[in-house]
Every structure is written in structure tokens, then in C-alpha cells.
């Protein structure tokens, strides 16, 4: 069920029609088959996409950053 709604979320963006799940978070009860909504707003503090990000590009993976003994 929800990899069809997936779908249809895709489909919808791909034709430019339609009203996207922007901003917004769908959320399924499957015990009691009842579909919820959460409005989300966006902060603008976000250190990725907010009004001044401070992280601007990935992690290079190749590059462990977590192991310890290699960043001493």
C-alpha cells in the first residue's frame, strides 16, 4: 500500500500535477487503516537548508571519518 502511494507521489512530480506531499508527513495506521497528516514548517536555522547552511557538501566516504585511530 504505501509503495503505491510512493508511486503515485512520484508520478504526480513527473507531470507536474497534483498536490505534492511538500512540507507535509503522511502517516498510516494500518491496525486501524486511518490516514493522518503532520504540517511541517521550515526552519530556518537548518545548518543544511536554512537561510545561512553551514554544511555544504557531503562526507567523502572514502575517508572514515568515524574511526577513531585513524583521525589521531
Known amino acids: ?11 504526480r512530480f513527473l ?7 511538500v512540507n507535509r508527513l503522511l502517516i ?3 491496525l486501524d487503516m486511518k490516514f493522518r ?8 536555522d537548518c ?3 536554512g537561510k ?3 554544511i555544504k557538501e ?5 575517508q572514515p571519518s568515524c574511526d577513531l585511530k585513524k583521525n589521531r
Open 28 to 30: 498510516f495506521n494500518a
Open 15 to 21: 507531470i507536474g500535477k497534483g498536490e505534492l506531499l
Open 52 to 54: 545561512n547552511p553551514s
Open 37 to 44: 497528516q503532520a504540517d511541517f514548517k521550515k526552519n530556518p
Open 47 to 49: 545548518p543544511v537548508c
Open 1 to 11: 500500500m504505501l509503495g503505491t502511494i510512493q508511486a503515485a507521489e512520484a508520478l
Open 58 to 62: 557531503l562526507i567523502d566516504e572514502e
